[in-house]
């Protein structure tokens, strides 16, 4: 079966602009994590979706935010970006709670602010 | 915040040695889950150990948990040059419902 599948795969945007993030789950996923990757903090947890709503977040700013579709599609948007912004975004699918279970992530999104 | 602490940051072997890594983390579980990435990809779930079980066996992984010193060791035998990558311990004691990672263990496996 497909794996998580996040586009796109590299980004560069300057500061000041927009982003938005795409992540499809498995097929039967319901729940779909966020996390930010970078060397200083390495991972932390962004948001989780579950059947199109957010069941939970972390302690990140209100720039940060995501939706989830119908089909169990995922997209996170980044406002305002600053430099400290750039990482590796990824998203993890499972199909209740990976918490319990185990998530299945994708090969991330790498952004760049310059 | 990182709940779960890798030790060691890094550690190189020869091929064929075994690797040993292990975590220790801060707050109660019901489980522990070990997670392999590969440089700059997304991370590749190995094993998950619950917290009522003490030893969990994946081919040549071996994890352990002691709940008691709250950590757990991942015990890969027979490396691989493949091996190569950075390991994660992750536990579900996140407040928001969510896993926590800790930040890794670079493993190298020379050929």
């Known amino acids: 079966k497909a794996g998580v599948t996040q586009t796109p795969r590299y980004l560069i945007k300057t500061r000041g602009q927009q982003v938005t993030l795409s992540c499809s789950p498995i097929?039967?996923?319901?729940?779909v994590s966020w996390y930010q990757q970078t060397p200083g903090q390495g991972l932390q947890f962004l948001f989780e979706y579950f059947s199109e709503t957010q069941r939970n977040k972390g302690n990140f700013p209100g720039r940060f935010s995501g939706r989830q579709f119908s089909n169990s599609r995922s997209e996170m948007n980044v406002s305002t970006l600053e430099l400290g912004d750039s990482a590796l975004y990824l998203c993890?699918?499972?199909?209740?709670?990976?918490?319990?279970?185990?998530?299945?992530f994708g090969s991330g999104t790498r952004l760049t602010v310059v | 915040s990182q709940q779960g602490e890798e030790d060691p940051q890094a550690l190189s072997i020869q091929e064929g040695e075994n690797a040993t890594m292990n975590c220790s983390y801060k707050?109660?579980?019901?489980?522990l889950q070990w997670y392999r990435q590969n440089s700059g990809r997304g991370l590749v779930h190995l094993i998950l150990i619950r917290s009522n079980e003490r030893e969990k066996h994946s081919g040549r992984l071996r994890v352990t948990l002691d709940t008691s010193k709250k950590s757990s060791s991942l015990l890969i035998t027979a490396s691989r040059a493949a091996d190569t990558a950075s390991y994660f311990c992750a536990t579900d004691g996140g407040s928001q419902g969510n896993l926590i990672f800790g930040k890794g263990t670079k493993l190298s496996v020379k050929p």
């Open positions: 993890a699918s499972s199909r209740d709670n990976g918490a319990n279970y185990g998530y299945t």
């Open positions: 097929s039967g996923h319901r729940s």
């Open positions: 707050t109660s579980i019901n489980n």
